[in-house]
């Protein structure tokens, strides 16, 4: 404003503007003028070091992080391919966040809705499909990666879609994108069961695995993954048996009967041993007298049938004699 005198700035940085914390003033008010202002411009020295690092860090993410996407299909398609290619060689190395922020921007610049794709033609859409599948397959393993590492994965934000708030949410949603436009992509089941295991639905993803086996055939990471299913099933089930050992019925009723019936014939079995035993000496002395009289009452009835055969074969023969004969 014309007229307005401007105070030049001063180059002295006083105590009072450094000063935050009581402790701290009471030291610096018995220091020398000459050495607070020392402290003052070194302090601020750092800041604007700390800031110009910032600022330098910024720049440095701005030659790719922050490219503008093109209007031309093919540019966009051959940006996506930089993209992933450069995160294809951080992904080979273990640097698995820089590579997934260069599948994120792979996925700005060749990825395409649902309207854009429908305004294709046909050799257009194969074009940007065979780009994009594999942009899409290296995202969900980047992701898989980092959480094995238990190292945090953010969902990608892209303008004009919808904002995922999990990031295995997305990843299905470009698994779902994938399968629907290649519907024999077996890694694709294949990431969908590793994600599916992730989230902890085990059912599904052995259906997603055994699909990919299907398709694919019997591979070592399919194998493995399955492998690895078979053992969190296993787990899964012993938990629950800990967790509801004596809150739900551990038997039913036939089983329960069963078991007691069992057990009865069990006891019963060992009585009629016992009876057995204490019983012998009265009891054999019996039988061998019973075996005696009933054989000694077998030979006794054999002696007088035979006698009796013997009378009647006698009394026949009388008879016969006694009959007059003819002439």
């Not at 604007?48 to 720049?59: G, K, N, P, Y």
């Not at 290619?85 to 260069?102: D, M, S, T, V, Y």
């Not at 995202?139 to 995922?164: F, H, I, Q, S, T």
């Not at 994600?195 to 599904?204: F, H, K």
Request: aromatic share 8%; proline share 4%.
């Amino acid at each position: 404003m014309e007229g307005a005198s401007v105070a030049a700035p001063s180059t002295t940085t006083s105590a009072p503007e450094l000063i935050t914390d009581e402790h701290s003033a009471n030291i610096m008010a018995n220091q020398p003028a000459e050495s607070v202002a020392d402290f003052g411009a070194g302090l601020k020295q750092g800041f604007l070091q700390e800031a110009q690092d910032i600022t330098e860090e910024d720049e440095a993410k701005e030659e790719w992080q922050l490219d503008e996407k093109s209007y031309i299909f093919e540019e966009r398609l051959e940006k996506g391919e930089q993209h992933k290619a450069a995160g294809n060689e951080h992904f080979k190395r273990g640097e698995w966040r820089i590579a997934l922020k260069r599948y994120e921007r792979a996925l700005f610049h060749a990825g395409m809705d649902e309207m854009q794709m429908h305004d294709l033609m046909d050799k257009h859409r194969d074009m940007a499909h065979a780009v994009m599948t594999p942009i899409k397959l290296n995202y969900v393993a980047c992701v898989l990666k980092l959480r094995e590492a238990g190292l945090p994965a953010n969902p990608l934000k892209v303008d004009g879609e919808e904002e995922w708030a999990n990031v295995l949410d997305y990843c299905e949603h470009l698994l779902s994108d994938v399968i629907k436009a290649e519907p024999k992509c077996s890694k694709a089941y294949f990431r969908r069961g590793q994600v599916l295991m992730e989230r902890g639905d085990l059912p599904a993803s052995k259906v997603a695995l055994l699909e990919a086996q299907k398709i694919g055939g019997s591979s070592s990471g399919v194998r493995e993954t399955l492998r690895k299913l078979q053992v969190l099933q296993r787990e899964k089930r012993q938990r629950e048996r800990e967790m509801y050992s004596g809150v739900i019925q551990p038997d039913s009723d036939f089983q329960r009967i069963e078991k007691f019936e069992k057990r009865y014939a069990a006891r019963r079995a060992i009585y009629q041993k016992i009876l057995q035993i204490m019983t012998f000496p009265i009891v054999w002395p019996c039988l061998k007298i019973w075996s005696v009289s009933r054989a000694a009452a077998s030979v006794s009835s054999s002696a007088v049938l035979a006698v009796w055969n013997r009378s009647g074969s006698t009394s026949a023969l009388l008879a016969s004699a006694e009959k007059p004969h003819a002439e």
